[in-house]
């Protein structure tokens, strides 16, 4: 019985992306692809049924609401240009300050997506950069682990009011809430200082209640709940010697052996990441330091 209800649900899964697929054509393409969206993206949703079965369960098998989503996706991922974001196309001083990257895994062995929030600092000129700059992550992570979610981390250790963009916060709960469906394992805030509660009230506003239960407000010693020791940076209370540098991308783990908590490192891995820790030291003193040219103190937001 358990068989055929479960066959029976295919179906209707099945059903719903045809559905999906055939309204996206007659409703939203009326033959204006070039201008609206990139024909790689509509050519994708035409085939990867995966994507589809994305957006439909985040919006809870509704294709109205479906539908809704897609349009807003597509027409964002044309105008931003995601589909040609490389390593090339993002300044080089964004990747060297170490302000987002992915590295380690959760308990349930999710990508972890960094935010460290101290080196954000706003700054209207470099927005657009920045936003791009978070869907390059996030592309690159697709691309290379299609189907498995992330598990987004805010290190808010020695952060203030200065830090926080809300405008920045909030492009960056719609990639996972709109952008990205699926996506979104758990967003992580960590040692959040208590004059930040009411602009954190505003972003649990934001996530709406399917993404609601997914956001988690954890002190230090409470964040290995979700992350192991061996995740986890010192000031957090962990063992690992990771410390951010660039280049090369600090991601290539993606490609070693996975045990259930994430990628097995071999001795000689962890020797040259302890190696690379006294050239990033000198790194981070020249971003923090008044002659740095730019940006004067971390990440200019």
């Known amino acids: 019985m358990a068989e055929l209800d479960q066959h029976e649900g295919e179906q209707d899964l ?161 990639c996972f809430k709109v952008y990205y469906p699926k996506f979104l394992s758990k967003m992580i805030i960590v040692d959040m200082p208590w004059i930040m509660n009411a602009a954190w009230k505003i972003v649990k506003s934001w996530l709406g209640p399917e993404a609601i239960s997914k956001l988690k407000f954890a002190s230090k010693s409470e964040v290995q709940t979700f992350i192991g020791p061996e995740y986890l940076p010192p000031h957090m209370g962990g063992t690992d010697p990771f410390k951010y540098s660039y280049p090369p991308l600090p991601d290539d783990d993606f490609q070693t052996p996975i045990c259930d908590n994430g990628p097995i490192v071999s001795e000689d891995e962890t020797e040259s990441k302890e190696g690379e820790m006294e050239g990033k030291d000198t790194l981070e003193s020249s971003f923090n330091s008044e002659v740095a040219v730019k940006p004067k103190k971390g990440w200019r937001w």
């Not at 204006?32 to 085939?47: A, F, G, H, I, P």
């Not at 897609?70 to 964004?94: A, C, H, Y």
């Not at 060297?96 to 062995?109: F, P, Q, R, S």
């Not at 592309?139 to 020695?158: C, H, I, N, Q």
Request: charged share 35%; hydrophobic share 35%; glycine share 4%.
């Open 14 to 174: 099945e059903k719903k992306i045809e559905e999906t697929r055939q309204r996206f054509k007659n409703e939203l393409l009326q033959g204006n692809t070039t201008d609206k969206y990139d024909s790689r993206d509509v050519e994708r949703l035409q085939t990867d049924d995966a994507l589809v079965e994305g957006y439909l369960t985040w919006r809870l098998y509704v294709v109205d609401d479906a539908l809704k989503m897609i349009d807003e996706s597509l027409q964002w991922r044309k105008e931003f240009g995601v589909n040609d974001v490389s390593e090339s196309t993002i300044p080089r001083w964004m990747f060297e300050t170490g302000a987002v990257y992915l590295h380690g895994y959760d308990k349930e062995g999710n990508k972890l997506f960094w935010f460290k929030v101290k080196l954000h600092v706003k700054d209207a000129k470099t927005i657009l950069d920045k936003k791009k700059y978070v869907a390059f992550w996030l592309e690159r992570y697709a691309k290379k682990e299609p189907g498995m979610p992330l598990t987004v981390v805010f290190d808010m250790s020695e952060s203030g009011l200065s830090n926080i963009d809300m405008e920045f916060v909030k492009y960056v709960i719609n």
